[in-house]
Nanobody, 123 residues
Framework: QVHVVESGGGLVQPGGSLRLSCTAS????????MAWYRQAPGKQRELVAV???????????ANYADSVKGRFTVSRDNQNTLGLQMNSLKPEDTAVYYC?????????????WGQGTQVTVSS
């Protein structure tokens, strides 16, 4: 069984910063990618950033949504942990942020989602 847990959300003023963290635990043979998504009230879930390794020790880099480029940065702290540094936050960044891990475990190749963490940007 694999579990994905996010942490680090909260309330921040416009222009402020927050750092989210995501950890996948359990029996994981290969981690192909980890990604951050977000879902604002009344909107569809959207991709924020994805970090790929393809199951190797070499990162193939990260890709970002246009709306967060230059403000958000992902960091791969270890094979099963993904951070998201969010700077210059805007009210439109307010959403529940979800982490997704694409991996091979005991149940084969699957995607696992966390429960989400709330980020609110407001003065």
């Amino acid at each position: 069984q694999v579990h994905v847990v996010e942490s680090g959300g909260g309330l921040v003023q416009p222009g402020g910063s927050l750092r989210l963290s995501c950890t996948a635990s359990g029996t994981i043979f290969v981690m192909y990618s980890m990604a951050w998504y977000r879902q604002a009230p009344g909107k569809q879930r959207e991709l924020v950033a994805v970090h790929n390794t393809g199951g190797t020790a070499v990162s193939s880099g990260a890709n970002y949504a246009d709306s967060v480029k230059g403000r958000f940065t992902v960091s791969r702290d270890n094979q099963n942990t993904l951070g998201l540094q969010m700077n210059s936050l805007k009210p439109e960044d307010t959403a529940v942020y979800y982490c997704k891990a694409h991996l091979r475990g005991n149940e084969g190749v699957r995607e696992y989602w966390g429960q989400g963490t709330q980020v609110t940007v407001s003065s």
